[in-house]
């Protein structure tokens, strides 16, 4: 059975029992995501990054989520992130935060974002890296009914892909460096990949 579908007050008490973790992950996208122009969230859960950053349109493919992010105020429709149902070039600003590890096909994801996006615009990337000590730790959380379903991508893997889209430009951001079980306070971002487990990527449309 879905877990996004069937335990949305789980997903939700997280962000509540790991506030720190839930900062320190915000705070870096609010310093390398540009906060102006149309904006959509791809995977957009319950809208606990789209609301606060102001993105005004999500896709969810589960109900019970999009319904939350619409009482968030995001206008929330229905579908997965390897078929957007939007025309090329409508946004200018496209996020995905951690939906990468649950697409069937993370690669096609990244091309339909990149479809949508507006020349000029940017695309957020944020993932769990797979060879961070966050990375390690839930992918050792086997019984856990969201983890389980999850792949973990590699930062550099990550970033590949991102490159062979032809960005103009492309920047990296990490925190969450102290491992498990985290820090006492959100941390501040710092430049590139290597040390942190939530790792931020910026790609600029051309």
């Known amino acids: 059975m879905d877990p996004?579908?069937?335990?949305?007050?789980?997903?939700?008490?997280?962000?509540?029992?790991?506030?720190?973790?839930?900062?320190s992950e915000l705070r870096l996208v609010r310093a390398l995501f540009p906060a102006a122009g149309r904006g959509l969230e791809v995977g957009v859960g319950t809208g606990r990054f789209a609301a606060p950053l102001?993105?005004?349109?999500?896709?969810?493919?589960s109900p019970a989520m999009a319904a939350r992010a619409q009482a968030r105020g995001v206008l929330a429709v229905l579908g997965r992130g390897e078929a957007l149902p939007f025309l090329d070039g409508t946004f200018a600003r496209v996020l995905i935060v951690v939906a990468l590890c649950f697409a069937e096909d993370p690669t096609r994801m990244l091309a339909e974002a990149w479809r949508v996006l507006a020349p000029g615009g940017a695309l957020g990337v944020g993932?769990?890296?797979r060879d961070s000590a966050w990375g390690r730790h839930y992918r050792a959380r086997a019984t856990d009914p969201f983890y389980r379903r999850a792949r973990f991508y590699a930062a550099g893997e990550v970033e590949a892909w991102l490159r062979g889209l032809g960005p103009a430009g492309l920047e990296a951001g990490q925190t969450l460096c102290t491992p498990p079980p985290g820090p006492d306070a959100p941390e501040w971002p710092r430049a590139g990949y290597g040390q942190g487990g939530f790792v931020f990527f910026v790609a600029y449309r051309p």
């Open 127 to 129: 993932i769990v890296d």
């Open 54 to 61: 102001g993105i005004g349109v999500g896709v969810e493919p």
């Open 4 to 23: 996004f579908r069937t335990q949305v007050e789980r997903y939700e008490r997280w962000f509540e029992d790991h506030r720190t973790l839930y900062r």
